[in-house]
């Protein structure tokens, strides 16, 4: 089969899309195998960035990720963190949820899918962290439809590069962990494979822990630095925040390769119009120092997973790394101790999830249905309803117990139906309160849903039964049905919309403002020539719509400008003329009213006064 026949198919084609913190990717099946979908400058992947620019232009990507430090109050990075969470990101005139600025990444996505399979409707498969709540889950799916896509299935995904690695190794038996840590979350499943069945045991992990925390731990490190030598907070600084969280990332990487690496950055902020600037070195060592106590939870996590899944660590036969964090050589050795042996070194850690996703779109559309392969997969967390408390003593029980009907690890899809009673005379209805977690209150669990059952027969307490139903299905969305024994009275209720209780709403005005975005830029650039970051850095062009930045950087160039004059009486020769061009520079920026040659000119200045030592 080529790849231009799946144009000629009646059926909507399914991707899998590995939707990253750090970066994202997408595969489909091609001849039987798992096929990357080449994206933005012929790579694999993607960064998870949004910029909108200052004409109003979407640009996602290497050239966002770029402008993280120039157009901080502008770009979004890591958004993936915040998903589920009631939250907003103010970029240049508007505001945006987490959902819809996954929404603009992975409409990106889609127009490279659509360029290798053609235009029209597309299914997906999008992985999520094992241990996103159902809310997180949820708002994956709303951002998968944002985007044009058919949300079909949401898989976690260590379950996913469990996949990937299932199709290569069909024939294979035995145990499989997955330790997946990218740059926002850790997952670590067990899976057990089985003449090409591939079923999830158990799965752990943290949806707050990964390479961004190694990446702030740094940055606190070097601003300390800063700080201690300088008196300033470099954090306090917006854009020297970004700097050193682009010299963090950088940093990080060079460690994986060099015993020590030498940071020298001439400005990250300025004390009394001084500028101020760092150079430190940083070793290995004081690294692993920094991120031991978060490598120690991942170990944790390991214990945990193979507790649950009654295992030793001898009995674990391969391990798979996943995520771009696990190139750091301390996670490395971590894995090779604890297990004793070599994690599998053949698998690409930034493609194997969305390869996985794939898999698992190619099962759905029946394009791997001679492969023989399945994959069952497990609940992350337990769920169930608020009850009382045990009676003691023939006391009444203490309200906001959690009983849990799903159990953690339970194997998914999966329905669970137990009964409950009345707790005094008389009741005729009765709430039903909906919690995931594992303590044994839900005030310290997960509060997802709740509703209220009316139309109970009005008997005493304790002889009216309600039957609970909870069903959890592959995506991880879940179903709750009561039901009143005695008079066959019910209501079900679907746990998807626990984002907001207006969900269709809110919906469909996050897409309205998706597509205002999208038409805007189509009349922006119907009206002049195609612009891209670098030609506004490299030609000036005029920019508005920043007040508040441009009022920041014209104040800041006038301060250099009185600088600048006073210093001119003591200097003669050349220093005069370099003084007497960062002034021409200064004052072209602020007639122009431009905030990028306004930065341009600060720099040139900052650097200059360096130079000079001003």
Do not use: C
């Not at 300390?224 to 700097?243: I, L, T, Y």
């Not at 919906?507 to 970051?533: C, G, H, P, R, V």
Request: proline residues 4%.
């Amino acid at each position: 089969m080529s790849e231009t026949s799946y144009k000629d198919k009646s059926f909507r084609p399914i991707v899998g899309i590995d939707l990253g913190t750090t970066n994202s990717a997408a595969a489909y099946i091609f001849k039987q195998k798992p096929k990357m979908i080449t994206l933005e400058y012929d790579h694999n992947t993607i960064p998870s960035v949004v910029l909108i620019d200052p004409k109003g232009h979407i640009v996602v990507g290497e050239e966002a990720r770029n402008a993280l430090v120039a157009m901080p109050d502008r770009t979004k990075a890591a958004v993936k963190r915040s998903m589920g969470e009631d939250v907003s990101f103010p970029l240049g005139d508007q505001s945006y949820t987490p959902e819809e600025l996954s929404a603009f990444i992975l409409k990106e996505i889609k127009e490279s899918v659509d360029e290798v399979l053609g235009e029209g409707e597309k299914e997906a498969v999008i992985t999520v962290p094992a241990y996103f709540t159902n809310t997180q889950r949820q708002a994956t799916k709303k951002a998968g439809e944002l985007a044009g896509f058919v949300v079909e299935r949401i898989i976690n995904e260590p379950t996913a590069a469990a996949l990937a690695y299932g199709l290569q190794n069909l024939h294979d038996d035995g145990h499989i962990l997955v330790y997946d840590l990218g740059g926002g979350t850790f997952d670590v499943s067990v899976v057990e494979m089985m003449g090409g069945i591939l079923e999830v045991k158990a799965s752990a992990g943290n949806n707050q822990l990964g390479g961004e925390d190694f990446d702030w731990l740094l940055v606190d490190w070097l601003a300390e630095k800063v700080q201690s030598e300088h008196g300033v907070d470099p954090r306090q600084d917006v854009r020297g925040k970004a700097r050193l969280k682009e010299e963090a990332e950088k940093v990080k990487k060079e460690l994986s390769f060099a015993d020590s690496v030498d940071v020298a950055i001439p400005v990250i902020t300025v004390k009394n119009n001084v500028p101020v600037g760092l150079d430190v070195t940083i070793t290995r060592e004081e690294f692993i120092s920094l991120i031991k106590p978060l490598l120690q939870e991942t170990e944790e996590k390991l214990r945990q997973v193979l507790e649950d899944a009654n295992l030793q660590p001898n009995e674990i036969d391969e391990v798979l790394l996943v995520g771009g964090s696990t190139r750091i050589p301390q996670v490395h050795k971590l894995v090779h101790q604890f297990f004793q042996k070599e994690p599998r070194s053949d698998i690409n850690p930034d493609e194997v999830v969305a390869q996985g996703a794939a898999v698992q779109a190619g099962i759905k559309s029946g394009a791997l249905s001679k492969k023989g392969i399945i994959v069952t997969d497990v609940a992350p967390f337990s769920m169930g309803i608020a009850v009382l408390s045990a009676n003691l003593m023939g006391r009444m029980g203490k309200p906001g117990a959690f009983h849990a009907i799903i159990p953690r690890n339970t194997t998914i899809p999966v329905t669970r139906t137990e009964q409950f009673s009345t707790t005094f005379d008389g009741q005729t209805e009765v709430k039903i309160e909906i919690f995931q977690g594992e303590n044994d209150w839900v005030k310290n669990n997960y509060f997802l849903n709740e509703f209220i059952l009316e139309g109970l027969a009005p008997r005493p307490a304790g002889e009216e039964g309600v039957e609970v139903t909870f069903r959890y299905n592959l995506n991880g969305i879940l179903e709750v049905k009561a039901k009143s024994v005695s008079t066959g009275v019910e209501m079900k209720i679907t746990v998807e919309d626990a984002l907001d209780r207006s969900s269709e709403t809110a919906f469909y005005d996050s897409l309205a403002k998706i597509e205002s975005a999208y038409q805007l830029e189509d009349e922006a650039d119907a009206t002049e020539s195609e612009w891209t970051l670098l030609d506004e850095l490299e030609d000036g062009d005029n920019i508005e719509g920043e007040d508040e930045t441009l009022q920041e950087l014209t104040e800041e160039a006038h301060d250099w400008l009185t600088r600048f004059t006073k210093e001119l009486d003591n200097r003669e020769g050349k220093s005069k003329q370099q003084l007497l061009n960062a002034m021409s520079q200064l004052k072209e920026a602020l007639d122009g009213k431009n905030t990028t040659q306004l930065h341009e000119a600060i720099e040139y200045s900052v650097d200059l006064a360096i130079d000079l030592e001003l």
